[in-house]
């Protein structure tokens, strides 16, 4: 019976990592599944590489998931590209000395987590920096081709380069904008796999639709969140999908690509989902959010449509131009 490739990601302190891999049934569970794990990089110490290397003793394919002190910003954006070419020159010293393998290197491209903090404690200055930033066109130039470069590094290194994307990016490119990334500081980058992070417990109660609408322009999926991760109280939605909730998303995102990503591991252990996602019957067919999705594409649309007017204020300005002469043409006559 065919099945998706399922990695799940794992976003742990040292302590809690330890003890999670403690588990008696997690590496079974995890080998029966044929499953990846893609593990957050949140230190360079011996005790995660003591993990990275008894999972790859047990065969059991790891990605190196990047991600930076949370003072530099946690995940890497217009405003660390120099930061992120350290933690990437660390991580290979560190690889290199506990002789570990990976299986890809994953880049978390969001934006710096401390305009989050500002956001969530009601602050304006999370806003006004958000806003200044969105007009400084050199600054994305600058670093879409920075980042770039370090994947061109990472793949001369050997290894396969992952991002890991929010949907927004979509319709940045359709609309052949860059203001999105501007604003929020993201960068659209050229890898060999692009996963969009479709966390549809952010987007209730539209989120079975949210995840459909940006499914048909995804490489990879990653669906969740079943619990865990970076605190985002104050900000988005955060309670954990339930397993009806987690199963129905697995299946949608089946319907479009091999390839899923479950955020989280350490929320599948806590409640139990792991043996459930191992009994799934992924040929079932499942009810389609036709309605939800519809809705989502509407603001998708008039979102693009706004995104390319401010793209292009020039054309907006020649329009007025042109309908002020034929205006005064008509009165003329």
């Known amino acids: ?16 990592l330890q003890k999670l891999f403690e588990t008696s049934e997690l590496i079974p569970e995890l080998k029966t599944l044929n499953a990846h794990v893609s593990l957050g990089i949140l230190d360079l110490s011996p005790e995660r590489a003591d993990i990275v290397r008894r999972l790859n003793r047990e065969n059991i394919p790891v990605h190196a998931w990047l991600l930076l002190p949370k003072d530099q910003g946690y995940w890497f954006n217009l405003d660390n590209v120099d ?28 934006p710096d987590y401390r305009v989050i903090e500002y956001l969530r404690h009601g602050t304006w200055y999370g806003a006004w920096y ?28 050997g290894y396969q380069v992952e991002s890991y994307q929010i949907p927004l990016i979509v319709d940045e490119r359709r609309a052949h904008s860059s203001l999105i990334q501007r604003l929020l500081g993201i960068v659209d980058l050229t890898v060999d796999r692009e996963v969009l992070m479709l966390y549809s417990s952010f987007v209730r109660p539209m989120g079975d639709g949210y ?35 987690l199963q129905r998303d697995l299946l949608l995102a089946y319907q479009h690509t091999n390839y899923i990503y479950i955020f989280s591991l350490e929320g599948c252990v806590h409640q139990g ?16 959010p ?44």
């Open 1 to 16: 019976m065919n099945k998706p490739v399922l990695t799940f990601f794992c976003e742990l302190e040292n302590n809690p």
């Open 83 to 110: 930061q992120a070419y350290q933690r990437y020159e660390q991580f290979q010293a560190w690889s290199r000395e506990y002789d570990l393998q990976w299986e890809a290197i994953g880049l978390d491209i969001e």
């Open 130 to 157: 958000l806003a200044r930033q969105a007009f400084n066109r050199r600054r994305g130039s600058y670093g879409r081709q920075a980042y770039q470069l370090l994947v061109n590094r990472i793949h001369r290194d």
């Open 211 to 245: 995840l459909w609408s940006y499914a048909f322009d995804a490489q990879a999926i990653g669906v969740g969140s079943t619990g865990g991760g970076v605190d985002l109280e104050g900000v988005a939605n955060t309670r954990p999908l339930s397993w009806a909730e």
């Open 273 to 288: 989902f792991l043996p459930l996602i191992r009994e799934m019957d992924w040929q079932q067919k499942p009810a389609l």
């Open 290 to 333: 036709l309605r939800a999705a519809e809705k989502i594409e509407h603001w998708r649309r008039w979102g693009r449509r706004a995104l390319w007017g401010l793209s292009h204020p020039w054309v907006f300005f020649i329009a007025v131009f042109i309908l002020q002469a034929l205006l005064s043409r008509s009165r003329r006559k």
